[in-house]
């Protein structure tokens, strides 16, 4: 019997371990789509830039055109001037280019302000891509690391499950049941220790005769309060 409690008990130290192991493997996926939302984010703030630079190219050139557009209607009028009669009607074609003149200006001044964007946003593209790359340098050394630590718990799992298969070998069928039941509404932990006469998962006193019994290690037994099955401190050897 005595034996029986004893592969309990690193059952339950295996299957301890075991719950640890698979909560640590949880968190590698997590760990690892941070880092790829890191490189992502860093490749966003590029792709933004370049995207900006597109469209100030683009207003560029519409603003080059109409630019164009005013010194057309210009010439046209300039050369109008000459066949105007009155001088009411030529002060008025005046008043027009003059007003042509001050849209042309405001056109050119801002294809200049817009040149002056295209440096800026270049500027940031070319920032952008370097912290892209340091990003990704740093992020995929970062990852790797964490894909190494993660096939070292895997394995670890592995030879975990592979102790319990070999504890549970020496396990008779029927205190393997009661494990499993007291395991699945015992929070995972079927085996209580009994520890200066209290049982240490329920804190309730054992008494006196079933101490008696749980020394004499002929059967198993359970608490009378939680059902956990119950082995004294002496019963450990590793
Ligand atoms: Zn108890």
Redesign the pocket.
Known sequence: MITQIEELIKLQNVDKEIIKTKKQLKEFPKLIKEIEDKIARSIQIVENAKKRLVENQTSRKKLELDVEEYKNKIREKKLALNSIKTNKEYSAMIAEIEFMEKKKEEAEEKVIQSLIETDEIQEEIKKAEEERAKVKTVYEKEKEEILKQQKEVESHLKELEEERAKIVDFIDEEYLKLYTELGKTRGGIPL?KVVNGF??????KIRPQVLVELKKGKDVIT??????I?YLEVEVKE
Do not use: I
């Open positions: 209580s049982c240490s998962e329920c804190y309730m608490c009378e309060n939680c059902g956990r119950l």
